[in-house]
């Protein structure tokens, strides 16, 4: 059994920045990020390997936004830079991610989730 916690979602004005945490209890592989704005479908942001070597971004996020962990505190974050509108969503952690048939599928867990919101 997993739980995650979110933390570090926010309101904030285009161009801006937030980092985003979520603390995991119990074993967990990989970490990723998953975000579903208002009506729209749940969609991959980031995933990161349990050493945190192997890192994956979402094209529409690829280059504003960076994954990261620390081990020690078992802890996932995502560092948002440049935000956009567009970038406004539910934040979700979830543990375990998987890449198959060319899409990431998340894991069977999921924080709670986090709200960011980016004002034009």
């Known amino acids: 059994q997993v739980q995650l916690e979110e933390s570090g979602g926010g309101l904030v004005q285009a161009g801006g920045s937030l980092r985003l945490s979520c603390t995991a209890s119990g074993h967990t592989n990989a970490l990723g990020w998953f975000r579903q704005a208002p009506g729209k479908e749940r969609e991959f942001v980031a995933a990161?390997?349990?050493?945190?070597?192997?890192?994956y971004h979402a094209d529409s996020v690829q280059g504003r936004f960076t994954i990261s962990r620390d081990n020690a505190k078992n802890t996932v974050y995502l560092q948002m830079n440049r935000l956009k509108p567009e970038d406004t969503a539910v934040y979700y952690c979830n543990a375990d991610p998987d890449f198959r048939d060319y899409q990431w599928s998340p894991g069977d867990y999921w924080g709670q989730g986090t709200q960011v919101t980016v004002s034009s």
């Open positions: 990161i390997n349990r050493s945190g070597g192997t890192k």
